[in-house]
């Protein structure tokens, strides 16, 4: 028998179907076929003919045929954890609106708690979608460690950390934007900066911690113990009580803006005056903190291209057929935001 050219994956109960696109734009309905699966092996002026033909046409391709066509379903699986958070929700955010500019939908399993049972039911009810690959979202080592026990039946990247040298990492480079936001205390004049460090077994608050700390070695500042908080503007709050109550703080460097909240809170509510007496910087940039009193400088990481960094690394996996590819970890910069809670301390010299 010879081989079959590709399937009409038109919608169903009438309307414009692949042939009539063909014939509008003046090409085969292979070709067609393979600029809706984005196939690379189309010229750009052809690809354009196409999706001109399909936007004047209304053409809407049926997604079980396309399926049954291509062996894909075009669906992308995402794992998260406390997608309510500000930073996964905005990956997420930014995973969705790339997925959807290459033609890919995007099913969301979210975990409400951590360890191995969440995410094995997690990745399971993804799989039964037949998803085309997979992204995680595992801020907690307990999360990376479990991923390893997923069957590798699809591509798989994963956000800030993998314990898997085969999967692709996407993530900020958090150490760094640590460290300049503690240099950036130290260089205005404060002789050591304390720290609200985000808790135990987080990546992100290991590496926060981590810049904190190459900082104060290089500069030869002392180095306070850290204050272990559970990244909750209540804890931020609890802890800052403690430091509002020590006289010789002048700087902190809290791992997230909503620690750093509840500490301004803390030091207005003890009479320490913010940049006046104590300097605040956060770490992620909310919205909100523009508009803290003083506002708040932080450091800024760029979610939304974290997200948008995932989608091309998994279609390029797709695309090429691979189910593995060595891991990577192209840092992605962060951006120092210095707003009015920093300053120079009470007792440093004046500048020039």
Known sequence: MGQSGPADIDQPGGGAVMRDVARVAGVSKQTVSRVLNDSPAV???????????????????????????TGQTRNIGVIAYDVADFGPANVVQGIAFAAQEVGYTVSVAPMRSLGHMPVRDAATRLLERSVDG????????????????????VPVVAVDDS??????????????????????????????????????????????????????????????????????????YELGRVLAADPEVTAVHAANDQMAVGLLRALYEAGRRVPEQVSVIGFD???????TIPPLSTVRVNFGDIGRRCISVLVEQLRSGTTTARQQR???????????????????????
């Open 330 to 352: 192209p840092w992605l910069p962060t951006e120092l935001v210095i707003r009015a809670s920093t300053g120079r301390p009470p007792t440093a010299p004046d500048g020039p």
């Open 163 to 236: 314990l898997d040298p085969l999967v692709p990492v996407i993530a900020a480079d958090q150490v760094e934007g640590s460290r300049r936001a503690t240099e950036q205390l130290l260089h205005l004049g404060h002789r050591t900066v304390h720290h609200l460090a985000g808790p135990s077994g987080w990546i992100a608050a290991e590496q926060r911690r981590e810049g904190w700390l190459a900082a104060l070695t290089a500069a030869g500042a002392p180095i306070p113990a850290p204050l272990v908080g559970d990244w909750s503007a209540a804890s931020g």
């Open 43 to 69: 010229r750009p002026e052809t690809r354009n003919r196409v999706l001109a033909a399909v936007a004047e046409l209304g053409y809407l391709p049926n997604q079980a045929a396309r399926t049954l066509t």
């Open 285 to 291: 940039d909310i919205p909100e903190a523009a508009y």
């Open 134 to 153: 997979l992204i995680t979202i595992a801020p907690h080592r307990d999360i990376a460690k479990a991923l390893l026990d997923l069957p590798r039946k």
